[in-house]
Nanobody, 120 residues
Framework: VQLQASGGGLVRAGGSLRLSCAAS????????MRWYRQAPGKQRELVAV???????NYADSVKGRFTISRDNAKNTVYLQMNSLKPEDTAVYYC???????????????WGQGTQVTVSS
């Protein structure tokens, strides 16, 4: 199983970006899908999570600005980021709890990270 993240880049404050993360390989089911971020010198933090039923939760710092969504048919999770601020600058990582078959346990998988840079 692989997670491939894309969509990062350089944007001015107030701008928008949309991140995507597609899971591929042998997949039976996907539970929670999450986005994390890690800024230089800081710990990785949870940004947003979406369950396989579509329930969402966000870090306080991004509520009202970011929206997480998923397309279960495409095994893909998205993060729409609006009203970006310089403090949103970080490497963004996708994460998913995936079951490869009916007889295997859920396992944690990570994407490679995509850089988001917000200039002031």
């Amino acid at each position: 199983v692989q997670l491939q993240a894309s969509g990062g880049g350089l944007v001015r404050a107030g701008g928008s970006l949309r991140l995507s993360c597609a899971a591929s390989g042998t997949i039976f089911s996907i539970n929670d899908m999450r986005w994390y971020r890690q800024a230089p010198g800081k710990q990785r933090e949870l940004v947003a999570v979406i369950t396989n039923g579509g329930s969402t939760n966000y870090a306080d710092s991004v509520k009202g600005r970011f929206t997480i969504s998923r397309d279960n048919a495409k095994n893909t999770v998205y993060l729409q980021m609006n009203s970006l601020k310089p403090e949103d600058t970080a490497v963004y990582y996708c994460n998913a709890l995936i079951r490869k078959s009916t007889w295997t346990r859920l396992a944690d998988y990570w994407g490679q990270g995509t850089q988001v840079t917000v200039s002031s």
